[in-house]
């Protein structure tokens, strides 16, 4: 691979970590600080969505440093590929565990959040796989 070609293989796995870490801070910020409203919609209580808002939040903290390092690290990248394969697995599994009285829309958001993590996972594996 080239260098030219690295370095934009590089620049477009930084913008998708960092597009993945701009989601996981909106979603974060609204689980957290907007909880009454996810309540009230998506059936998903403070106790469900408090804490994975300030999961989302420490995860968005994390993107944001592994897209900022001066080098991308390939098994950072690959870290955040398995954090992201496992966040998606359990986002589409959870409505139907029974464990949350979720909403239709609560079921639509998880499944969608759940598909969108996903294809962080599969866009950040691929850059992945570009790194030395």
């Given at each position: 691979m080239t260098t030219t070609t690295r370095s934009a293989s590089e620049a477009r796995l930084r913008s998708v970590l960092r597009q993945d870490a701009a989601a996981c801070a909106a979603f974060g910020l609204l689980m957290t600080a907007g909880f009454a409203l996810v309540d009230r919609l998506l059936g998903l209580g403070p106790a469900w969505s408090v804490?994975?808002?300030v999961y989302?939040?420490?995860?968005?903290?994390?993107?944001?440093?592994?897209?900022?390092?001066?080098?991308?690290?390939?098994?950072?990248v690959i870290g955040v590929v398995a954090n992201n394969a496992a966040a998606a697995a359990a986002l589409a599994a959870l409505p139907f565990t029974g464990l949350v009285d979720l909403t239709v829309l609560g079921t639509i958001v998880l499944l969608g959040g759940a598909a969108l993590v996903a294809l962080f996972a599969v866009l950040e594996g691929t850059g992945a796989k570009r790194l030395a």
């Open positions: 804490p994975l808002g989302l939040l420490g995860c968005a903290a994390a993107l944001a440093l592994v897209a900022g390092y001066p080098a991308l690290v390939r098994g950072q």
